[in-house]
């Protein structure tokens, strides 16, 4: 069974600094990785999408993936509170489907 | 670009009645949209998936004679919630499939709150 995989949090991160958040998946055929934020009560935004080994950045939003050790990563620079939210990891595997992991739930301390 | 968007964004209805949510693409065609629904403090829950032209696809325990979806047109897909009652209370939303190749996505509608009394 294919699967997604993050820790729920909560993570809490001081106002200012690095966001790291963390995502593995079972499919070795994954082939696009995908995060997206949901506040409380709102429906999931799409962040950044990325499919190639490496870094791609997009302003204070970085994602990371590898697929080699099969796990890929979003870290917020300069965290804000406005950037608590619960950040959504989602995997391509290939049919046009997502395979959604539970969340994790970040929380920006001013 | 990629805007989804669903109407209505909260109902309230009494048990036994039915409710019909719909969901818009407004500025691309998908062939492809997802509902799916979410209780509070839980994770997206994928109900079905719904293709122009032809039947949804359920997911595993999901009533398709409760849950009745219809994607008529490129742009346009409803979810009928039959005979609702207040086990049916929840978050749902749709989101519509985006792109190509590797880029294939997702982009969500803003929800509906459903309210069984």
């Known amino acids: 069974q294919k699967e997604v995989e993050q820790n729920s949090g909560p993570l809490s991160v001081p106002e200012g600094a690095i966001a790291s958040l963390n995502c593995t998946y079972s499919?070795?055929?994954?082939?696009?990785f995908f995060w997206y934020r949901q506040y409380s009560g709102k429906s999931p935004e799409l962040i950044m999408f990325?499919?190639s080994n490496g870094d791609k950045e997009d302003g204070r939003f970085t994602a990371q993936l590898n697929k080699a050790s099969q796990y890929v990563s979003l870290l917020i620079r300069d965290s804000q509170p406005s950037d608590s939210a619960t950040y959504l990891c989602?995997?391509?595997?290939?049919?046009?489907?997502?395979?959604w992991g539970a969340g994790t739930k970040l929380i920006i301390k001013p | 670009g990629a805007v989804v968007s669903q109407h209505p964004s909260r109902v309230i209805c009494k048990s036994g009645t039915s409710v019909k949510i719909e969901c818009r693409s407004l500025?691309?065609?998908?062939?492809?949209m997802f509902w799916y629904r979410q209780f509070p403090k839980q994770s997206l829950m994928l109900m079905a998936t719904?293709?122009?032209?032809?039947?949804?696809?359920?997911e595993q325990g999901v009533e398709k004679d409760k849950f009745l979806i219809n994607h008529a047109s490129l742009t346009l897909s409803t979810l009928t919630v039959t005979s609702a009652h207040p086990e049916d209370s929840s978050f749902y939303i749709c989101?519509?499939?985006?792109?190509?190749?590797?880029?294939?996505?997702?982009?969500f509608g803003p929800g509906t709150r459903l309210t069984v009394l």
């Open positions: 989101s519509a499939r985006y792109g190509g190749g590797a880029g294939d996505t997702q982009y």
């Open positions: 500025d691309f065609q998908a062939t492809t």
């Open positions: 719904s293709n122009e032209g032809s039947k949804a696809t359920y």
């Open positions: 499919d070795r055929g994954s082939q696009s």
């Open positions: 990325i499919y």
């Open positions: 989602a995997v391509n595997t290939g049919n046009y489907q997502l395979i």
